[in-house]
């Protein structure tokens, strides 16, 4: 990813997750997969409808968090995923409307076509993230292949804690 795009994308995520850039008009969602991981946590992905940019649909994923949960989250520093050309960024929140449980969570968003992004959502509750993450990623990887590496073939590296 070049810095120019990068930095647009950073700057995209930050924007809105802030609420600075207001949501779109409500689009219907194609149906999203769900894994509730047997160790702990929950992994959601597929394409993110009305969006076309990876900070638009970790945008959108985000938003749908503070709507859920009734709390902003707060987002770490978007990273690019090795050898993807996807982007990722971790985030906290509190559930505010179910007893201020802590949830903490990866977002990874994917370009997939000129107008096509795919996002997985991991999270768990705060204190078990760190131990169930990794386990999350290869259960997603095992089953969601939204970019290529350079050479054309299918890529399931798991981003590097930023």
């Known amino acids: 990813m070049r810095v120019g795009r990068f930095f ?3 700057c995209a995520v930050v924007a809105i997750a802030a609420g600075m850039v207001p949501a779109t008009r409500a689009i219907a969602q194609t149906a999203l997969k769900t894994i509730e991981n047997p160790g702990g946590g929950r992994i959601v992905y597929g394409r993110v409808d ?4 990876e900070g ?3 945008g959108a994923v985000l938003r749908s968090m503070h709507q859920q949960y009734g709390d902003k989250p707060q987002v770490g520093r978007v990273f690019q995923v090795k050898d993807s050309g996807s982007a990722a960024v971790f985030f906290t929140l509190s559930k505010r409307n179910q007893g201020n449980a802590p949830i903490a969570g990866l977002v990874i968003a994917a370009q997939t076509g000129p107008d096509s992004v795919e996002a997985a959502l991991l999270s768990d509750d705060a204190a078990r993230f760190g131990t169930t993450v990794n386990p999350m990623m290869k259960t997603l990887f095992a089953q969601w292949h939204p970019g290529t ?6 890529t399931n590296s798991a981003p590097a804690r930023a």
């Not at 590496?149 to 299918?154: L, N, Y």
């Open 149 to 154: 590496r350079p050479s054309g073939g299918p």
């Open 50 to 53: 009305g969006q076309n940019t």
């Open 56 to 58: 638009g649909a970790m």
């Open 8 to 10: 647009r994308l950073v």
